[in-house]
């Protein structure tokens, strides 16, 4: 898998990011690694990720994917993509440096990429001075996953965050309190003191949608409304 990454296999499905209230209004496309095999089999990250992982090859799939996430800004200015950045690559210094470096190099296209930190590593110290650093260019930062990754409440009022996107298990697994608040609505009320776009993840179902609405998430994302696809050729 990684030399697929290394040898150009490498190719992305995208999925909207909507406004929860207006499905049409899309806020971006966050992009999905695809990888083709030596046999023209391609596969989604679910089936390499761990692997990617495990074998610290995934600086080079973030640093691939942003070249090709870039690439595709600068072909279409209508175009407002999101990006996968392990935490763990954010974390070390080489590496983040490199990635820094590809956004400096294409500033002016900073103001319609998202960064989407994935959790696999803890988002601590330098790392979110890093995030800092990036939003400084224009990139606007997204916390994925939370309430099942490694952030903390307490170290997410740390983050300097514009979106914060409420992990797909947490939406299809509400609970009610005996107040009668529903455990989302508790934990979108917390992303909400972080940042003002709070994007539910994993909407499949209309009972899905409807639990997001009632917890006051501004966006949502999910195969209810279409799923990762390839951008239309222009």
């Excluded at 030399?3 to 966050?30: N, T, W």
């Excluded at 992009?31 to 989604?44: L, P």
């Excluded at 930190?117 to 996953?145: H, K, M, Q, S």
């Amino acid at each position: 898998m990684s030399k697929a990454v290394s040898d150009r296999g490498l190719s992305f499905a995208a999925q909207k990011v909507s406004q929860i209230d207006a499905p049409e209004k899309v806020l971006y496309l966050e992009c999905f690694a695809r990888i083709s095999d030596a046999h023209g089999v391609v596969h989604s990250a679910r089936d390499f990720a761990p692997y990617l992982e495990s074998s610290m090859a995934s600086f080079d799939l973030d640093a691939r994917m942003l070249d090709l996430i870039l690439s595709n800004l600068a072909k279409d200015q209508s175009l407002v993509l999101g990006c996968n950045i392990s935490a763990a690559n954010l974390a070390a210094p080489d590496r983040w440096k490199q990635i820094f470096r590809q956004i400096e190099r294409h500033s002016e296209l900073a103001q319609r990429l998202v960064l989407e930190i994935t959790e696999t590593y803890p988002l601590v110290g330098e790392g979110i001075e890093r995030l800092r650093t990036v939003r400084a260019l224009g990139c606007r930062v997204a916390i994925d996953n939370f309430g099942a990754g490694l952030a903390t409440p307490a170290r997410l009022l740390t983050v300097p965050a514009d979106i914060i996107k409420i992990d797909a298990s947490l939406v299809r697994n509400v609970r009610m309190s005996q107040k009668g608040q529903s455990s989302l609505h508790y934990l979108v009320g917390f992303a909400s003191c972080v940042a003002p776009i709070i994007v539910a993840e994993g909407i499949e179902k209309t009972e899905h949608l409807e639990a997001a609405r009632a917890s006051g998430a501004t966006h949502m994302q999910g195969f209810l409304f279409g799923k990762p696809a390839a951008l239309p050729s222009r």
